[in-house]
């Protein structure tokens, strides 16, 4: 961070995507590392260790297996794949299988390289196009919309503190916030934890937490009542609420000051 906003440093960076991958909003802009995958296998790489997030997306893009020509090799992986397995167990779907085997990489040709080799049928070659599928940018690493019935994060709202001043509902890029006439509708499934909505909460009246369950949908009424002290009509989480959120801040401002001049 330099004067308050992040700045990277080309020189050090090696392109691992750690950062990309890691970023709840993505703000950090990239293509994500290359991967070699064949026939639906993830090759192991030791000096490209995938986050767990890129394993549950790549799974749900088909790649189940992984193998290594050596099991040290497979070993330098070990802890996000073990991370990933035990994801996809709350997920309900089947780990990945592991495989050590020898790997054929297979050679790449331009177009030109290919059609001179088909028409001097000097050998067969097959060229497997590396699927755009594989690459993915920061707006592809968002794993709820991979995992629909699932939620990755739970959202409560506490009631006896939140206001219904929209500043959540005006910062969460996911929509998972949203205040009705008639509700306060809270989306988790499409939470990715950033914390923004908390943060912002002029109440702390919210509260994120990292949580694998099915998604769900929770509704939280609103109430419409008449301000007992200034009479105009105003909304609430709170059936019992007598006075408006400006008339109760004004009461306790007034107590605040009174408390303030007796102590003096």
């Excluded at 296998?41 to 297996?65: A, D, F, H, N, R």
């Excluded at 995992?147 to 409560?156: E, G, L, M, P």
């Excluded at 419409?224 to 009461?251: F, I, P, W």
Aim: positive net charge.
């Amino acid at each position: 961070m330099v004067n308050g906003k992040p700045v990277i440093n080309h020189k050090n960076c090696n392109e691992c995507g750690n950062c990309i991958s890691d970023c709840p909003v993505q703000a950090i802009a990239g293509i994500y590392p290359k991967r070699t995958i064949i026939q639906n296998e993830l090759v192991v790489q030791s000096q490209k260790i995938p986050t767990v997030k890129e394993l549950l997306i790549l799974y749900k893009k088909g790649v189940k297996t992984i193998v290594g020509e050596k099991s040290s090799l497979i070993e330098w992986w070990k802890e996000p794949i073990d991370e990933a397995n035990d994801l996809l167990k709350q997920l309900n779907e089947a780990p990945f299988s592991i495989s050590v085997k020898s790997i054929e990489e297979e050679r790449y040709f331009s177009r030109r390289e290919l059609f001179s080799l088909w028409k001097n049928e000097s050998k067969s070659a097959m060229k497997q196009a590396a699927p755009a599928k594989w690459r993915f940018n920061q707006n592809d690493l968002h794993l709820p919309k991979y995992y629909r019935d699932y939620q990755f994060a739970r959202i409560t709202i506490n009631s006896e503190k939140c206001m219904l001043c929209t500043a959540c509902q005006k910062l969460c890029q996911n929509k998972c916030l949203n205040i009705t006439e008639g509700h306060f509708s809270l989306l988790s499934q499409g939470c990715s934890s950033c914390q923004l909505c908390v943060d912002i909460c002029p109440e702390k009246a919210i509260i994120v937490e990292n949580q694998i369950a099915k998604a769900e949908e929770t509704l939280l009424p609103i109430y419409q009542k008449v301000c007992t002290v200034c009479q105009k009509t105003y909304s609430t989480l709170r059936e019992h609420d007598e006075k408006c959120v400006a008339c109760r801040k004004q009461e306790s401002f007034k107590k605040s000051k009174e408390g303030n001049h007796y102590a003096f």
